[in-house]
């Protein structure tokens, strides 16, 4: 019994785990979910008053529920399917580039803050798209200034894929990543050497800053150790040219 209700025990923790590496896109969902039903209420207070300006009665209307659902509809699936294929198509590319290289570089790449945040921001908006729909069929006003965040949060995520395909190419290019960990590198020297940064003076931010610099050049030292082993002469007479 004992036995049993430890291996329920580390089942849930995977939940607990979910929870904590989520929980920014949580707290700002959170935000957007307060902020967006004030937005509905001022809205739908306010309406009296847009509705005896005849410049915004002539020119503007107030969409339909029927339109606001199948637009919210078409929102989650279409932010589901970008999601879905995106990521299929990342974890497969990951994996082939990255087999070339040793765990510590393959752990550097997968840290990388534009895909994440690009992947955070594709699961907030379906959420948040989720969320709308929701309050759409629960609630007896419609939210209309939700699902026009939604609608914008849509457009970003669809330049944002420009921005992905631009980025993730690039980034898995040796001498990109070379010159990516040296930035990382200079930025912490750069933190402790400026006399006129605050950081200056405070011992345990040095040693932070110690211990990431020799992270960073090791990391950069086992990827041109891989570079070297795999034959990749052309990038890795890079590694001395980038420091």
Not at 224 to 239: H, I, Q, S
Request: aromatic content about 16%; glycine content about 4%.
């Amino acid at each position: 019994c004992t036995y049993k209700f430890g291996q329920e025990k580390k089942k849930h923790n995977i939940l607990l785990e979910l929870l904590k590496h989520s929980k920014s896109v949580v707290f700002y969902l959170f935000i957007a979910v307060i902020l967006s039903s004030l937005l509905d209420w001022l809205f739908w207070f306010a309406l009296p008053v847009i509705r005896n300006n005849s410049f915004l009665v002539d020119n503007f209307y107030i969409p339909s529920p029927d339109f606001i659902g199948v637009g919210l509809q078409i929102f989650v699936g279409a932010i589901s399917a970008i999601l879905g294929l995106i990521f299929a198509l990342y974890t497969v590319g990951f994996q082939l580039s990255t087999d070339r290289y040793s765990e510590k570089v393959t752990d550097f790449i997968n840290q990388e803050s534009v895909s994440n945040y690009f992947f955070g921001l594709l699961i907030f908006t379906d959420l948040f798209s989720i969320y709308t729909l929701l309050k759409l069929h629960f609630l007896s006003t419609s939210p209309v200034i939700s699902f026009l965040i939604a609608a914008l949060l849509v457009a970003f995520s669809i330049l944002g894929i420009l921005i992905f395909k631009s980025h993730y190419i690039n980034s898995l290019k040796p001498v990109n990543l070379l010159q990516n960990l040296w930035r990382h590198c200079k930025e912490q020297l750069d933190m402790v050497t400026d006399i006129k940064n605050y950081k200056y003076k405070s011992w345990s931010l040095v040693t932070y800053a110690k211990d990431f610099s020799n992270r960073y050049l090791n990391i950069m030292g086992n990827l041109y150790r891989d570079l070297k082993r795999d034959g990749n002469w052309n990038d890795a007479v890079m590694t001395p040219l980038v420091l």
